[in-house]
Each structure stands twice: as structure tokens, then as C-alpha cells.
């Protein structure tokens, strides 16, 4: 039998209990991507599909005891996310070769620009692991193949993301803090998420772990940088302001952005969420670029909503 259309049955103790999971007893077909790497040993099994994004689907594999995640990077013609080139702006590229080759646009040169793409999200998670926030641990990256930790609920099953949850007004206050700090950490760090919401959250024993990140932004290096944290800082607010009215008043994105322009961040600064807008007439250019990008946002989060 081919090895790419080696067939296994689903294990009937997955741990999920979501829509994205297969019925008992089905048959799957392993990813083609994933293949190699149960032929070299790093998985043993290949549990369920997990869920399926504009950028890459998700596998429940089994890795010796462990169950952990398998993301399988979608080839650009079937990706629809979005706008990738202002993501992908002020990202450095060590290899020359390489970066000579996508500057020409070439064959190799695109390719090479997927890989890119592909290694941004993992490299985000080790950097941002070692800045104090909480991701899923990454186990390694092999040809468009993310292997990572499974982020899990009290009782062993899927971590929920925010939007399939509800919380009271003080843990609504409380997470809001924690992920205030994280996106702070991640600025500290020289990163913004650049698509974070409430679908990009997940919720475990311990609190909020954020995930996806295969468009994270260079701070200092991209000129969107501040229009998506304010962005990724709006979008998080209005989720958690639901629950607690008055978070929507507080400009958490404001007071670490002229922090940054300042050079005075720090990752255990306490953010009071306040700050004084200038009175000077506004970058009409500016506001009609935040006006793009939250329309965008808008339809994204229709068809995340629409489509599970």
C-alpha cells in the first residue's frame, strides 16, 4: 500500500468531544504530510482532525503516551488568510540564498516563502514561551508539520476556545488582565499576534493560552505593527467586555504602544489600561487603514463563527 493512503482506524478514547472529532469506529486516512513522520518515529498514531483553519488543520496524534497536536500547514493556493504580505513585512530571513530567491519570485523563491511563513509561527512559540506567556510547547517543525503540546480542560478533555465559553464578570476581569500581560510580554519580545480574538484563545485549568500565530508581526520592523496590536487589544476587549462592562473603556494598546515608541516597556509592568489622546488632528490615512483592517476582521470572524 502507498504510504501516504495508509488507513487507521480512530481511537475510541480521543479526548474530544467537539463537532471536529471523528465518529467512533471511522476510518482516516493519514495526512500525507504526516506520513514521514510516523515512519520516522515522532508519532505513533493518528487519533482525529481537531479542528480545520483558514491557514491549516489540526490532527490529534498519539506520540508514545503522549497525545499532542499535529498542524498541517495548507499550500498557499488553498489558504485563505488574508492579506499575508503585511504580515510578512520586516520579518528577517538569515539565509541569503533564500531571500535573494523570493526577492526574484521565483519557483523556489515562493516555496521558500511558505517556508517562511510556516517557521514563523514556531519560532513565535519558542521566543514567546521563554518571554513568560502562555502557548502551546512546541516539539518541533518537519516539513510543514507543527508538532506541539495539546492544551486540555480540568478533566483531560479539548481546552475550549473563549467563544464557546461564559465566565462571570471577576474571572472576565481577571483573564482580561492576564492576557493584557501576555500581549505586553509578546511586544516586549518584539512581537504582535496580528490576528488575536477570542477564536485564538484558549481556556484550560489555569487560565488563557494563546495559539496561532503563523501571521505574528515584527513590532519594530513592519509598519502595521501598532494598527494590529490596537486590533489584536480591540477585539480581545469587546470579547471580555461582555462579561465585564467596563473593560470597554480601558486602552491597553495605547499605553504599551508609546511604551514601546518610548523604549520603556517592561514584561512585569503593572498597565493601568489608561491613556491621553493627543489633541492634535488625526491621520485621516491611518484611521481609513483601521477602518480596512476591522472590516476584514469582521468577515473573518462571520466565517470562523459560521463555520466552527
Avoid at 205 to 223: K, L, M, R, T, W
Avoid at 224 to 247: C, F, G, H, S, W
Avoid at 259 to 266: A, F, I, M
Wanted: charged share 25%; net charge negative.
Amino acid at each position: 500500500m502507498h504510504p501516504g493512503r495508509c488507513l487507521l482506524a480512530i481511537d475510541q478514547s480521543l479526548p474530544c468531544g467537539s463537532s471536529h472529532a471523528f465518529p467512533i469506529g471511522s476510518i482516516l486516512k493519514v495526512p500525507k504530510r504526516i506520513q514521514p513522520l510516523i515512519e520516522d518515529g515522532l508519532v505513533d498514531k493518528v487519533l482525529g482532525s481537531l479542528m480545520s483553519g483558514k491557514e491549516a488543520q489540526v490532527f490529534l496524534v498519539l506520540c508514545g503516551d503522549e497525545t499532542r497536536c499535529a498542524k498541517v500547514y495548507k499550500d498557499v493556493a488553498k489558504r485563505s488568510f488574508k492579506n499575508a504580505v503585511q504580515y510578512q513585512e520586516g520579518r528577517k530571513i538569515r539565509n541569503s540564498r533564500r531571500q535573494r530567491a523570493i526577492e526574484k519570485r521565483s519557483k523556489f523563491g515562493r516555496d521558500q516563502q511558505e517556508v517562511v511563513w510556516q517557521r514563523a509561527e514556531v519560532d513565535a512559540l519558542y521566543k514567546l514561551a521563554t518571554a513568560g506567556v502562555r502557548v502551546p510547547k512546541a516539539y518541533g517543525f518537519f516539513d510543514g508539520v507543527l508538532l506541539m503540546e495539546l492544551i486540555t480542560d480540568g478533566e483531560g478533555g479539548v481546552a475550549p476556545r473563549l467563544n464557546d465559553i461564559s465566565m462571570s464578570a471577576e474571572q472576565a476581569v481577571r483573564d482580561h488582565a492576564t492576557v493584557m500581560t501576555y500581549v505586553l510580554r509578546m511586544l516586549c519580545a518584539g512581537l504582535v499576534h496580528g490576528d488575536l480574538s477570542e477564536f485564538n484563545v484558549l481556556q484550560d485549568a489555569s487560565g488563557p493560552v494563546i495559539i496561532d500565530f503563523p501571521q505574528v508581526v515584527n513590532a519594530s520592523g513592519n509598519n502595521n505593527a501598532k494598527t494590529m496590536l490596537q486590533r489584536d487589544v480591540r477585539n480581545i476587549t469587546q470579547y471580555y467586555a461582555q462579561y465585564a462592562p467596563e473593560l470597554a473603556d480601558s486602552h491597553y494598546a495605547e499605553e504599551m504602544w508609546e511604551l514601546h515608541e518610548k523604549s520603556e516597556l517592561d514584561p512585569d509592568l503593572k498597565l493601568t489600561g489608561k491613556f491621553k489622546f493627543s489633541t492634535e488632528s488625526a491621520d485621516v490615512d491611518s484611521v481609513l487603514h483601521m477602518i480596512d483592517l476591522a472590516y476584514e476582521e469582521e468577515m473573518d470572524r462571520q466565517d470562523r463563527s459560521e463555520n466552527g
